[in-house]
């Protein structure tokens, strides 16, 4: 179990929160700070744990520090928690686009460091995530940075310079998802079926081919070919797709997620 302090006490932190109290693996002195009275009584009605004003209570009764603050309000978290700091802490940052070495510079020296990149599927035991660990953070600190986000989906140690990909493509995926489920609810509406099932079917049939993909091994092409039979529904659909660009679009959304993410640690 870890002592985890929860700097932010918003969507992503209390998904995680969640994720990681289902897990068994949330302490008796766990706390979050944030200075929205909303979001810190929101976190404590869905999480137990209790939420404070103030971020430099945390270093206190937790040894492992979250960031889950935006790239813009880093500075001034960082800068109120950082007198509070000792070698015994490991801090993990979820914040888009801010490098490691951004927030070195606003620590002391030694600071042991990760970078993380979840999504908010931990909320359900499905997160993907990658993470970079900078120079000062241990092996130990490795493993225990892989056992919390191994709790809530798969995770994977990756170069740093590959996060802003991964903000891009399962950072900012889950949103792509939705925006597909919801498409694919609505021409099943078009076509006479009622909301709440289009819903369901519509969910049903995403997770489904995640899973074969997941689980078969096959790309996700082949896949694809072995559902469009030569001259059925499905190659007629597909066609649509392409008509529409679908595939460059959500291209361009990764892309263009990615690309942000870069741009916000640069201003961070």
């Not at 309000?73 to 950082?82: K, T, V």
């Not at 990760?114 to 130990?140: D, H, I, K, Q």
């Not at 949103?175 to 021409?187: E, H, Q, W």
Request: hydrophobic share 50%; with cysteine.
């Amino acid at each position: 179990m870890f002592a985890i302090g929860f700097v932010g006490a918003g969507q992503m932190a209390t998904a995680l929160a969640k994720g990681w109290q289902a897990a068994g693996l949330l302490g008796p002195h766990c706390l979050a700070a944030d200075p929205v009275e909303a979001a810190r009584t929101a976190f404590t009605q869905r999480t137990g744990v209790p939420a404070t004003y103030h971020t430099a209570d945390l270093p206190s009764s937790c040894d492992v520090i979250l960031l889950a603050v935006k790239p813009q309000l880093m500075s001034a978290a960082l800068a109120e928690l950082a007198p509070h700091l000792t070698p015994n802490h490991l801090l993990i940052s979820i914040a888009a686009g801010y490098s490691l070495d951004t927030l070195a510079e606003q620590l002391a020296p030694g600071t042991r460091l990760v970078r993380v990149m979840p999504n908010t599927p931990a909320l359900v035991g499905a997160c993907a995530s990658a993470y970079a660990l900078n120079a000062s953070a241990s092996a130990e600190d490795a493993v225990a940075v892989q056992s919390l986000f191994a709790a809530v989906g798969s995770t994977a140690r990756m170069p740093e310079h590959l996060l802003d990909a991964v903000t891009g493509l399962s950072g900012s995926g889950p949103a792509y998802a939705f925006v597909m489920i919801d498409a694919l609810a609505d021409g099943g509406v078009k076509m006479g079926l009622a909301r709440d099932v289009a819903i369901r079917l519509a969910a049903q049939t995403l997770l489904g081919a995640a899973k074969m993909v997941l689980e078969s091994g096959q790309h996700p092409a082949q896949l694809k070919d072995a559902v469009a039979s030569p001259g059925g529904t499905t190659i007629a659909g597909l066609h649509a797709l392409e008509r529409g660009a679908f595939r460059s679009a959500i291209i361009d959304a990764v892309e263009a997620s990615s690309l942000r993410a870069a741009e916000l640690g640069k201003r961070g």
